[in-house]
């Protein structure tokens, strides 16, 4: 049993086996918690100090395959600038951002809506219609946003020529 031990321990030692690593993280910028404070109250509106949640493959492999909690800083069609909580800022696509609940629901709570979904029971629990929006990721909200932009065309006189 000895012999076999000490055969093992020196082909281990030939063959030592590392887990697989992450590449290494490429220098990003540094920057402050930035003074962004915004809570979402409905659909489209999303601006700078936005809490959102990464969804994995949204940034650099070092930084994991994992979903992470993030501040918007910048919004725009291509990419957004979003801050991590370890300071640094990365370019994420819109379609890979997802609202941060807890806020909005706690908004909605204190003003006092007392349930957001449809339904009890087990989860999933679907989510009432004027609350859907809440599963939407960054692009949906901004896809809203042009919808609300374009002009609405309303007949001003309509009602002098009614007779």
Same mark, same amino acid.
């Given at each position: ?40 109250g409905g659909p489209?509106?999303v601006?700078?100090? $936005?809490?959102?949640? &990464? *969804? #994995?493959?949204?940034l650099?492999?070092a930084?994991?395959d994992i979903?992470?909690? !993030? ?16 300071? $640094?800022?990365?370019? &994420? *696509? #819109? ?5 941060e ?6 908004? !909605?709570?204190a ?26 990721t ?14 609405q ?11």
């Amino acid at each position: 049993m000895a012999a076999l031990a000490k055969e093992l321990h020196q082909y281990h030692q030939a063959h030592p086996h590392y887990p697989p690593s992450r590449p290494a993280p490429p220098k990003r910028r540094r920057r402050q918690r930035p003074p962004y404070a915004h809570t979402p109250g409905g659909p489209g509106d999303v601006r700078p100090g $936005t809490w959102l949640w &990464v *969804k #994995p493959g949204g940034l650099h492999p070092a930084w994991g395959d994992i979903h992470r909690l !993030a501040m918007l800083l910048r919004l725009d069609d291509r990419y957004c600038e979003v801050w991590l909580d370890d300071t $640094t800022v990365h370019r &994420v *696509k #819109p379609h890979l951002l997802i609202l941060e609940r807890t806020p909005v629901i706690n908004a !909605a709570r204190a003003a006092g809506v007392t349930t957001l979904v449809g339904s009890s029971g087990p989860r999933p629990r679907p989510l009432l219609p004027q609350w859907q929006w809440l599963r939407w990721t960054l692009a949906d909200h901004m896809e809203d946003l042009k919808g609300d932009a374009q002009p609405q065309e309303h007949p001003v006189q309509e009602g002098l020529f009614a007779a």
